[in-house]
Nanobody
Framework: VQLQASGGGLVQAGDSLRLSCSASGRTFRPYAMGWFRQVPGNEREFVAAIRWSTGIAYYSDSVKGRFTTSRDNAKNTVYLQMNSLKPEDTAVYYC?????????????????WGQGTLVTVSS
């Protein structure tokens, strides 16, 4: 399975961006798809995730109410809609997939990772 993330860019505080993550390869039926972010010198942190079969989504407290993750099963694609962006949201954003049940916020248990896309929010 290969994951391809896209949609990052430079925006101003208060703007919106939508990230996409498309999966290719063998038949894709993950347990969950996650979004994580990382800034230099920090650990990769959980942002959001979605259970593939049910569509139930989970969010970190820092993005709850501003970010929304969704999936298109037919396109094997997951999205992260980011609204009301803040400078502290600046990071490289990664999508990831887990093909077995895991604690959904645990970055170490995801099997597959995309290459990351940079989001920069200016003040």
């Amino acid at each position: 399975v290969q994951l391809q993330a896209s949609g990052g860019g430079l925006v101003q505080a208060g703007d919106s961006l939508r990230l996409s993550c498309s999966a290719s390869g063998r038949t894709f039926r993950p347990y969950a798809m996650g979004w994580f972010r990382q800034v230099p010198g920090n650990e990769r942190e959980f942002v959001a995730a979605i259970r593939w079969s049910t569509g139930i989504a989970y969010y970190s407290d820092s993005v709850k109410g501003r970010f929304t993750t969704s999936r298109d099963n037919a396109k094997n694609t997951v999205y992260l809609q980011m609204n009301s962006l803040k400078p502290e949201d600046t990071a490289v954003y990664y999508c990831a997939a887990a093909d077995v049940p895991i604690p959904i916020v645990n970055v170490k248990l995801y099997n597959y990772w995309g290459q990351g896309t940079l989001v920069t929010v200016s003040s």
